[in-house]
Nanobody, 121 residues
Framework: QVQLVESGGGLAQAGGSLRLSCAAS????????MGWYRQAPGKQREMVAT???????SYADSVKGRFTISIDNAKNTVYLQMNSLKPEDTAVYYC???????????????WGQGTQVTVSS
């Protein structure tokens, strides 16, 4: 299986910055894509940003120009640099791994436990 360890969450002021990290480990064969999803109180879980192994990125409209996702394939680690934070960014952020493991032939999704991001005004 794949284990995802998230770090970097916490409390920030509006206009501030945080950097989230997610390190994948285990029986990884290949990465298709990794990404960040979030769920705010009273809202549905939404995609924040994704990145393929080759570096193709996708962002939610609400974070474009403020957040930057990157991946270190050698370290199996994805990052989310969050700048110009807004109170609306407050949510639990979940790391996602989409890829193959040594033990399973197909592509599967794995999820981290989530890390809390709170932005005060």
């Amino acid at each position: 299986q794949v284990q995802l360890v998230e770090s970097g969450g916490g409390l920030a002021q509006a206009g501030g910055s945080l950097r989230l990290s997610c390190a994948a480990s285990g029986s990884i064969s290949s990465i298709n894509a990794m990404g960040w999803y979030r769920q705010a109180p009273g809202k549905q879980r939404e995609m924040v940003a994704t990145i393929t192994r080759g570096g193709i990125t996708s962002y939610a409209d609400s974070v474009k120009g403020r957040f930057t996702i990157s991946i270190d394939n050698a370290k199996n680690t994805v990052y989310l640099q969050m700048n110009s934070l807004k109170p609306e960014d407050t949510a639990v952020y979940y790391c996602n791994f989409n890829g193959r493991t040594i033990n399973y032939r197909g592509i599967r999704d794995y999820w981290g436990q989530g890390t809390q991001v709170t932005v005060s005004s």
